[in-house]
């Protein structure tokens, strides 16, 4: 009996065992098989993906120099002839390729570049040339000749869904061709009112190195430039941001025609609307973006679009808020009419406006549409400048100060000022207006590098300029 006994326990031992193992062999392959396997997509992918090495050459002495000769110091030294030796300063990123020969990277990562040199997965390596750069979109096009290239189907960013995989291929902190993957986050994200692009947002590892480099879908369709992180060490943190392909595609299209982007532009100043701005315009829900300004002679004024009037479609899309709108119109080239259905004081109206070219600084058209006087005559240190309005004054929370028109002047320039720029301070003197900006400038000595504080899209930034 105690034999049977034992030999009945061992038997179910041995079928609770066989049954245990057998739920966990199940759930490995059901885990298992809800996981993509990407190695079949990389081995295929990674030849279409590109090191991009910059070179770019800075004048010696940080181009501070006065008047571009060697300091006296040096010249005491080394003698007369001694001439500054250049520097070079090198940098990297990814890229990825497109047929003919394309290259389609970050505009951040050749910008200023002297020298661009591609690394092949081969190891081959080809010069490049730029052929054209979008800032806004971040995006830029190199050219090289060879015709034994691995180019890249482009998908349509658009059919990507919240939570579908996605894999990116880029050289990280110079660990070349990495393979990463994730999900996609979120779509439609805006990030700056510097750029045209809702971002697509994935959990996708990127880090300095990425930039540039492609996202892939599953079908190893290019849906994604990868180009920024959120982060608050400089290093991943599990939010990474792409350029979508369809964006990429226009921008492309526009680099190889002309060499740089042309868009639609309004000719408004806009904002979101809340809840409570939302119930005092009789709106169901705070959606759209109300108008707060019309500048003067713009294509919005020209087409019926008037203050406080809530944009709520344009051009068949729905305009969720401000940055969609700009994105939207962005996305139009200048010169088509597109139908803008906006409400006012409660009725829905559909106007038809035709679209104008925007700005090189977009910046520059809201700034310049608030001044009080006109630009003085001449230049005075290579700028002409004219007084802020009180009202972007007072926006601002400063006294007053002076907006850049023109940068011609070399010290200006070198000094990094830009148009748009609004001068509030000189050599520790405010400066309030055109007259106040005029009469410090005459004080001061040929020669002589002071500072200079600028408001720049609403932050201040102190720079130095040089007299002359």
Known sequence: MNHITV???????????????????MQSMVVNAGLPDFADLAEELLPSVVVINTVQKVKPYGGRASGGQTPDLFRHYFGEGFQMPEQKREAQGSGIILSDGYILTNHHVVAGADEVTIRLHDHRVLDAVLVGGDELSDLALLKVEDDDLNAVNIGDSDELRIGEWVMAIGTPFGFDHSVTSGIVSAKGRTLSRDNYVPFIQTDVAINPGNSGGPL?????????????????????MGLSFAIPSNIAVEVVKQLKETGEVARGWLGVVIHDV??????????????????????????AGRGGIKVKDVILRFNGREINDSSSLRNHVGAVRPGNMVDVVVSRAGEKKTLEITLGSLPKDPYRANVMSSQNTKPQKGSVLGLVVST????????????????????????????????????????????????????????????????ILINRRGSPEFLAIEIH
């Not at 849906?223 to 982060?231: E, P, R």
């Not at 929370?397 to 990094?416: F, H, L, M, T, Y």
């Open 274 to 299: 809340n809840r409570n701005l939302a119930r005092s315009l009789g709106l169901d829900k705070p959606a759209g973006a109300i108008v707060a300004k019309v500048l003067d002679s713009g294509p």
């Open 7 to 25: 030999y009945r326990q061992n038997t179910v031992l041995t079928r609770i065992m066989f049954f245990v193992l057998l739920g966990f062999s």
């Open 216 to 236: 892939f879908n599953l079908d190893g369709e290019l849906v994604g430039i990868n180009t920024q992180i959120y982060s608050r060490t400089g290093g991943f």
């Open 388 to 451: 802020l309005s009180t009202e972007k004054a007072k926006q601002w929370g400063i006294r007053g100060g002076v907006v850049v028109q023109k940068v011609s002047g070399d010290s200006a320039k070198a000094a990094g000022i830009r148009v748009g720029d609004v001068i509030t301070n000189l050599a520790n003197q405010p400066i309030l207006d055109q007259a106040s900006f005029v009469s410090v400038v005459k004080q001061q000595k040929k020669g002589k590098w002071v500072p």
